[in-house]
């Protein structure tokens, strides 16, 4: 990951307005910043959350409260809970979430 060139700033994450995408079932509200081409985002899921499609772009995703399942198109399923990371780079494992019990989370990508 290249970080270019931008100054340093900090994000006061209450006014940062989110954003709402539905899932196949649930839904996940969405607060974004950018820098440069680096997306960031705070997404939380909703209880019974599952996205609506398989996802190929890479991503840092931290936990910071509840837990997801993350299946991987080969039948793999990986369990993240709070404390909890992942990495996959863009164009590898094609993944999509899952939350029983809803979950919030810190991406980068």
Known sequence: MQLTNFPFRTIDWSAV???????ETGMAYWQVQYMNEIRVRKVEY????KADHWCSKGHIILCLEGEMDTELADGRV??????????VGDNNEAHRTSTASGCKLYIVD
């Open 17 to 23: 307005p989110k954003e709402e995408h539905k899932g």
């Open 46 to 49: 909703s209880p019974g959350y």
């Open 78 to 87: 990986m369990k993240l809970s709070k404390g909890m990371c992942y990495f």
